[in-house]
């Protein structure tokens, strides 16, 4: 795998309408401020296109590997989260924020020049219910979760509960999700073959079990509850080897249904 903003910044030069960015990047790779910064650096680059894409971090193996400070568990790196996003958007916004710790240490770090985007989005990975959604309604421009679509519903709601708290419309916040593998031919048979030789050349895991996979009316049925909740960025995957069919089918057949839906 690449490093990821590297391949980033070569993506912004390579294209010219597409948003660039993490989905998401581990916030114990690197001081919030150097992170706040690479995400100004990519927005000139791509001319405004830049997403800041942040998660708490849950690869230990990665971590032990790189020599890289994991913490004691999840609630410690969510805390380290929260101090990193109010040290990022302050940055982002055109202020000069201090951090004091426990975790990071930042004395009136300026960010200039200033990102293209007036707002450049932060977008949250993560469906804590308690913690990270919390993070998203006081610092998010943009929310990921995972699950299937009773899952999502669940996560919204709660989501806009925090927001309540935090006096947030959550109309500002944008609702992304994952929808899995994406495979698309003429039969729900061929897809299947295709899903399961993939599945097999990359290591055999199936992340999930009800992907949308078949013909395009089958991928189409499978997404089109997540429209019915307000869902407009839906991610899907196409795992190597790289599936030029099913990308192509997923924009000229499977969005012209959703799109009249």
Request: net charge negative; with cysteine; hydrophobic share 40%.
């Amino acid at each position: 795998i690449f490093e990821g903003w590297l391949t980033l910044a070569a993506w912004a030069q390579a294209t010219e309408h597409i948003r660039i960015g993490l989905m998401v990047g581990a916030n114990t790779f690197r001081e919030p401020s150097l992170t706040a910064k690479m995400a100004t650096t990519l927005d000139h680059i791509s001319n405004g296109r830049a997403i800041l894409g942040i998660g708490a971090a849950w690869f230990e193996t990665e971590h032990e590997a790189y020599g890289i400070q994991f913490g004691d568990g999840f609630p410690e790196r969510l805390r380290w989260l929260g101090e990193a996003l109010a040290v990022m958007r302050g940055m982002l916004h055109g202020e000069e924020p201090s951090a004091s710790g426990p975790r990071y240490a930042a004395k009136q770090v300026r960010n200039d020049p200033m990102p293209i985007q007036a707002r450049l989005p932060i977008l949250i990975g993560g469906g804590g219910e308690q913690v990270t959604l919390k993070l998203v309604a006081r610092h998010g421009d943009a929310n990921n979760v995972g699950g299937g679509i009773e899952t999502v519903k669940r996560k919204d709601r709660i989501l806009v509960q925090h927001c309540e708290t935090e006096g947030r419309d959550p109309a500002e916040i944008e609702r992304t999700t994952g929808i899995g593998n994406v495979v698309i031919r003429d039969s729900r048979a061929e897809a299947e073959r295709l899903q399961a030789e993939s599945a097999a050349s990359n290591g055999g895991a199936e992340v999930w079990e009800d992907q949308p996979i078949g013909t395009p009316e089958d991928v189409a049925e499978k997404i089109a509850p997540y429209l019915d909740i307000g869902y407009r960025h839906l991610i899907g995957g196409f795992p190597s080897p790289y599936d030029e069919e099913s990308m192509t089918r997923f924009a000229t057949e499977v969005r012209p249904l959703l799109e009249a839906h």
